[in-house]
Nanobody, 123 residues
Framework: VQLQASGGGLVQAGGLLRLSCATS????????VGWFRQAPGKEREFVAA??????HYADAEEGRFTISRDNDKDTVYLQMNSLKPEDTAVYYC???????????????????WGQGTLVTVSS
């Protein structure tokens, strides 16, 4: 599975961005897809994930970010609203087979990773 993340950029605080994670594969809709981010000098952290049965968010992002998928396009989106300077990071999408939620927030539980897209939020 190859993942292609895109949509990052420079935005002012309070603005919005939509990230995309595209792939190809007839069974991609069965995969769990997660978004993680890594700011300079910090560890990679969980942002959101989507399974065939639901969505999951980091506590700080719930209500501001929305993860969704378009199975016809084999693409998962991360809509980010009310962006803050502390949201500045490289955002990665990742995928793993199946729809289980066990350790869904842990980066090392994902098998496939995209290349990352940089989001910069200015104050």
């Amino acid at each position: 599975v190859q993942l292609q993340a895109s949509g990052g950029g420079l935005v002012q605080a309070g603005g919005l961005l939509r990230l995309s994670c595209a792939t190809s594969g007839r069974t991609f809709f069965t995969y769990t897809v997660g978004w993680f981010r890594q700011a300079p000098g910090k560890e990679r952290e969980f942002v959101a994930a989507i399974t065939i049965s639901g969505t999951h968010y980091a506590d700080a992002e719930e209500g501001r970010f929305t993860i969704s998928r378009d199975n016809d396009k084999d693409t998962v989106y991360l809509q980010m609203n009310s962006l803050k300077p502390e949201d500045t990071a490289v955002y990665y999408c990742a995928a793993r087979m199946g729809s289980g939620t066990y350790r869904i927030r842990f980066a090392n539980e994902y098998d496939y990773w995209g290349q990352g897209t940089l989001v910069t939020v200015s104050s």
